[in-house]
Every structure is written in C-alpha cells, then in structure tokens.
C-alpha cells in the first residue's frame, strides 16, 4: 500500500506542476482539459490512497492532514516522498524476521 501510494504522490506532484506550467503559459492552453482531467483523478487517487495508507500505518490525523495539504503545495511532493520512504524502511525494518 505504501509504494502505490508512492507512485501516486510523485504522479500526482507532477500532475499538479503540469497545471501550473499551463497557468504561467510554459505549456499550450490546447491541452488543459486533458491536464486538468489526469490531474484530477490522479488526486483523487492520492486522496483515497492517503486514507488507506493512514490507516494501515496508524498514522495520525495530523500526518494525515499534512500529508493532505501537501497536496496543494507545489513540489511539496518531494518532502512527502522522503518520509514515505522513512517510513518504508520502517516497515521493512518490523518485517524483517530476527535471525
């Protein structure tokens, strides 16, 4: 669950970027529908991701809503993406049998 929500933080950063590169005129305005629309359900996606991921890392719901927020900040995704790893080494770490 961790890694899926991984891909869709750094998708959904960049999806968000794309935006921002058509509103400061880098990009065509031709294709704001089809950025738009992906942006959209990538977030979406994060949205729903970030819930489950929540849950199943007993996040709280201030990570929670930090993570949320970082959203809507651009390039937050990268500070987002070095403590999803933080916390998949974690993970790794509690799974790893003792030998």
Known sequence: ?????????VLE???YL???????????????F???MTH???????FLLSLLTSHNQTWSVVVWVLVLLAAIIPFAFVPVEM?????????K???QPAT
């Open 1 to 9: 669950m961790l890694n899926f929500f991984r891909v869709a933080s």
């Open 13 to 15: 950063g960049f999806s």
């Open 18 to 32: 794309a935006i921002l590169c058509v509103t400061l005129g880098f990009i065509s305005r031709d294709f704001v």
């Open 34 to 36: 089809v950025i738009g």
């Open 40 to 46: 959209g359900v990538l977030f979406f996606l994060y």
């Open 83 to 91: 403590f999803l790893q933080k916390e998949l080494r974690k993970t």
């Open 93 to 95: 770490k509690s799974v």
